[in-house]
């Protein structure tokens, strides 16, 4: 059990007889036996109250010439004004949706059993609200993208129902960044109606360094920008190699198979996955990873070429 978790103990006796031996002595206690469970609190809802005391000056009553009479406490600023929800709430009902997978109308579910109302009519709104208050939030995470060496890029399609303008069974994308400083690194999501190569452009298109993707042809847009040096990935040029071994053996006997380039570029990338198998078997650093790299898989990857 994390020892940092609270502890509450619960104690288990012997009743006064019990503690009476057959002798006639008084049984003495010389030790304890201690067994942890771990224990759930179930949520729980409670209303804030907001009270703002009014303050008047007797002496000035009726007298406007010294400016109003009455002062009271500012009140607190919210995510969503003249809402009933605090951020707090608003808060788990965010998390519980995007980052646990639990959509609206279950947790419309979960509150009618803590004794609220909550219909998932109101929780949509509310989400809705959250995000464009959370629009400045959105640029520092772009900044803190560009700030770091490496962007990698990739985007999944996924439908959208009752959106205007679109079909509901045409596509629409969402493009995921991550990026960033290496220790702190930024996960961004972008949602976009197409898949037009123009859009990793347009959205990086002050950011300097190296990004990282698939063999999408949309992304050699990136190509136009003279501070980008695009790289591609490892994982989708060995799934070309394996798609012409499988080919192969399938209109092929099952007599013994000589080994093809194929096979040939299948090993040459197996000992530069090792390497990195390595680097991190090593829990090398950034420098210390670069440094490997250049000793092994460079002369590696020349012969590969």
């Not at 900044?143 to 679109?166: A, M, R, T, W, Y």
Request: with cysteine; charged share 30%; aromatic share 8%.
């Amino acid at each position: 059990m994390p020892k940092d978790l609270p502890r509450v103990d619960i104690i288990h006796d012997l009743s006064e007889a019990e503690k009476q031996c057959a002798c006639g002595a008084r049984l003495s206690r010389f030790g304890e036996e201690v067994c942890e469970k771990l224990d759930y609190i179930p949520a729980r809802l409670r209303v804030e109250r907001h009270i703002r005391y009014k303050y008047a000056c007797k002496n000035c009553e009726g007298v406007e010439d010294d400016g109003p009479t009455v002062r009271i406490a500012p009140a607190p600023v919210q995510l969503i004004p003249k809402s009933n929800a605090n951020a707090d709430l608003l808060t788990h009902i965010a998390v519980s949706k995007f980052a646990d997978a639990v959509p609206l109308y279950r947790q419309q579910k979960i509150c009618d059993r803590l004794g609220i109302e909550l219909s998932r009519a109101v929780m949509s709104q509310w989400m809705v609200k959250a995000a464009r208050s959370c629009a400045g939030l959105l640029d520092l995470l772009r900044n803190g993208l560009h700030s770091g060496p490496l962007v990698n890029i990739d985007e999944s399609p996924f439908q959208v129902l009752k959106e205007p303008g679109q079909r509901n069974t045409s596509k629409s994308y969402m493009w995921v960044y991550r990026g960033g400083q290496p220790d702190r690194p930024v996960l961004l999501y972008q949602y976009q109606r197409t898949r037009s190569g123009r859009t990793a452009l347009d959205f990086l298109q002050d950011y300097q360094g190296y990004i990282q993707s698939d063999d999408f042809s949309g992304y050699d847009h990136l190509d136009q920008n003279p501070h980008i040096v695009h790289l591609g990935c490892w994982a989708h040029s060995r799934r070309k190699f394996m798609n012409v071994i499988k080919v192969r053996k399938k209109h092929r006997s099952k007599q013994a198979d000589p080994k093809s380039l194929a096979d040939e570029a299948l090993d040459y990338i197996g000992r530069l996955y090792q390497i990195e198998k390595e680097a991190k078997h090593r829990e090398l650093d950034i420098a210390g990873i670069c440094q490997l790299r250049q000793e092994k898989a460079k002369p590696l990857l020349e012969k590969f070429k």
